[in-house]
């Protein structure tokens, strides 16, 4: 058989015995992991909106690419499709992480330490820390 012509058969145990149950298994587990960093995740890093995005774009990543690979095996689809999920998947994964993200983490962590200085240089102020003789208005005047 050609190389090729095994984009063409189906994706199930007789025809691709060494990956295929590898394959259904580790969909399987990192669609449960997915799912359960991201459920802790979220709770954790709910003040930070950037982390937030990271994680929700890695969740859906996560969930198209697994379940379709879940799919692909359970209805025993040509390796044609399987392939460029797999590939593709993997692509998007390493863009996401690697490439569309760190500038965004970056800015953020920049204007978060703006902030910073900005509070601090507000209290460091000596004005800023000498309690003030509250002035009443009733009382009167002597002259």
Known sequence: MEPWQYLFI???QDNFAPIFTVTWMFALAML????????????????????LDLNEWLLWTSIGTFSLLLMYTVFAF???????????GAILFV????????????A??????RQRYFQRSKTAHPEATIRKRPVSSTKRRRR
Request: charged fraction near 15%; aromatic fraction near 24%; avoid cysteine.
């Open 95 to 106: 863009w996401i992480r690697f490439i569309h993200f760190p500038p965004l983490i970056q």
């Open 78 to 88: 040509d390796f044609l499709f399987v392939l460029p999920t797999m590939v593709g």
């Open 10 to 12: 189906g994706y199930d």
């Open 32 to 51: 449960v992991l997915t799912i359960a960093f991201y459920n802790f995740q979220g709770r954790r890093l709910r003040n930070y909106a950037v982390f």
């Open 108 to 113: 953020y962590e920049e204007r978060l330490a």
